[in-house]
């Protein structure tokens, strides 16, 4: 539970990155010699700490909503430790191999079911560093996971031995570390840098919602107006104003004209295109709704259109909504959103 603690500190927002480099060394110390089924507990129990603390943002949507989601995470690293004890029951031991159990479940996490729960992906902790992300360059933050797990281990066993008095082993960890610690190096020095074309002015406008409970025309007024009024405090030319998801309620900004036109005059005030995200019908069923993004040209023009394909479960929409009238927590995701279709007009 401590290790995952650990890792949980290591990620936004304490955001101690480098931490991910030794927090999980309690808990591949608790896997070394644990039977398969003794690690995948371990395992489950390390990913209620770590997700626990990591999502703990989702209290906002129930209980329901945190215990589910960490539970179902849980459920991946306590097939990693599955694995890795499995493993060492058939005498293979080695940080390569807790690496390769640790990712696979990782990168299965982040695609199934549902399309996926990415959060915590191991890597991501090294976001601020710029050799990791030379890494992800290369081969995503799969890779960047892999060899993080394997440093803990190759750590674990630099400890063991000097614990231990054995020096064929010390020299065995240290070479493992210098080779995680090569290919940081080589995948930062071959880094991929494009060459800069030009540059652009973009302002990012983010509100603080602080009235989450609003609903209906209440909430549809506050939030365009609010960023709006946001918006009114931008200074000089800018190329694009990105207004953020949700900011304004549930219009439509090509059906609703007064809004419309307020935000074609943020646009002229700047020289600059917005883009905003809206609910929009699908044209010809009333009952379905895109969350889409428009972006406007300085003088109003509509230049394009994207409405999400990949949509949020339990966010965006409820799988199984019909058989699941029970939880009243699901009452706050008011609609299903509609997935969208490639080549969007």
Same mark, same amino acid.
């Given at each position: 539970?401590?290790?995952?603690?650990?890792?949980?500190?290591?990620?936004?927002?304490?955001?101690?990155? /480098?931490?991910?480099?030794?927090?999980?060394?309690?808990?591949?110390?608790?896997?070394?010699?644990?039977?398969?089924?003794?690690?995948?507990?371990?395992?489950f129990? %390390?990913?209620?700490a770590? %997700?626990? #603390?990591?999502? &703990?943002w989702?209290?906002y949507?129930g209980? %329901?909503?945190? #215990?589910?989601?960490?539970v179902?995470?849980?459920?991946?690293?306590?097939?990693s430790?599955?694995?890795?004890?499995?493993? @060492?029951?058939?005498? *293979?031991?080695?940080?390569?191999?807790?690496?390769?159990?640790?990712?696979?479940?990782?990168?299965?996490?982040?695609?199934?079911p549902?399309?996926?729960?990415p959060?915590?992906?191991?890597?991501?902790?090294?976001h601020?560093?710029? /050799?990791?992300?030379?890494?992800?360059?290369?081969g995503?933050?799969?890779l960047?996971s %892999?060899?993080?797990?394997a440093?803990?281990g190759?750590?674990?066993?630099?400890v063991?031995?000097?614990?231990?008095?054995?020096?064929?082993?010390?020299?065995?960890a240290a @070479?493992?570390l210098?080779a995680v610690?090569?290919?940081?190096?080589v995948?930062?020095?071959?880094?991929?840098? /494009?060459?800069?074309?030009?540059?652009?002015?973009?302002?990012?406008?983010?509100?603080n919602?602080?009235n989450?409970d609003?609903?209906?025309?209440?909430?549809?007024?506050?939030l365009?107006?609010?960023?709006?009024?946001?918006?009114?405090?931008?200074?000089? /030319?800018y190329?694009?104003i990105?207004?953020?998801?949700?900011?304004?309620?549930d219009l439509?900004?090509?059906?609703?004209a007064a809004?419309r036109?307020?935000l074609?005059?943020?646009?002229?005030?700047h020289d600059?295109?917005?883009?905003?995200?809206?609910i #929009?019908?699908?044209?010809?069923?009333?009952?379905?709704v895109?969350?889409?993004?428009?972006?406007?040209e300085p003088?109003?023009?509509?230049?394009?259109? &994207?409405?999400?394909?990949?949509?949020?479960?339990?966010?965006?929409y409820?799988?199984?909504?019909?058989?699941?009238?029970? *939880?009243?927590?699901?009452e706050?995701?008011?609609?299903?959103?509609?997935?969208?279709?490639?080549?969007?007009?």
């Amino acid at each position: 539970m401590g290790s995952g603690v650990l890792l949980a500190l290591a990620f936004p927002g304490l955001d101690l990155g /480098p931490l991910a480099l030794v927090a999980l060394v309690p808990l591949l110390w608790a896997w070394r010699d644990a039977t398969p089924g003794r690690a995948a507990l371990y395992g489950f129990v %390390f990913g209620l700490a770590f %997700f626990g #603390v990591l999502m &703990y943002w989702l209290w906002y949507f129930g209980p %329901f909503a945190i #215990v589910a989601l960490v539970v179902a995470c849980s459920a991946y690293t306590a097939l990693s430790g599955f694995l890795v004890g499995g493993f @060492a029951e058939l005498g *293979i031991r080695s940080p390569w191999i807790t690496a390769a159990a640790w990712v696979v479940p990782e990168v299965l996490r982040g695609r199934f079911p549902l399309g996926g729960m990415p959060w915590g992906e191991v890597g991501a902790a090294l976001h601020d560093v710029a /050799p990791a992300r030379a890494l992800a360059s290369w081969g995503g933050v799969a890779l960047v996971s %892999f060899l993080v797990v394997a440093a803990n281990g190759f750590v674990l066993d630099l400890v063991h031995a000097l614990r231990a008095g054995r020096s064929r082993w010390l020299w065995r960890a240290a @070479a493992g570390l210098a080779a995680v610690a090569l290919v940081a190096v080589v995948g930062d020095v071959f880094r991929y840098d /494009p060459s800069p074309s030009g540059q652009l002015r973009v302002a990012l406008l983010q509100g603080n919602d602080q009235n989450r409970d609003l609903e209906g025309l209440e909430r549809d007024t506050y939030l365009p107006e609010s960023h709006l009024q946001l918006a009114d405090t931008l200074l000089g /030319p800018y190329d694009l104003i990105v207004f953020p998801e949700s900011s304004l309620g549930d219009l439509d900004p090509q059906a609703d004209a007064a809004l419309r036109s307020r935000l074609v005059a943020v646009g002229e005030a700047h020289d600059a295109d917005v883009l905003v995200n809206a609910i #929009v019908e699908v044209p010809g069923d009333d009952d379905r709704v895109w969350n889409m993004n428009l972006l406007y040209e300085p003088d109003g023009t509509l230049q394009g259109r &994207y409405a999400k394909q990949h949509l949020v479960p339990y966010g965006e929409y409820v799988p199984g909504r019909r058989f699941l009238g029970f *939880i009243e927590q699901l009452e706050q995701i008011e609609r299903d959103f509609t997935p969208s279709v490639p080549g969007l007009k």
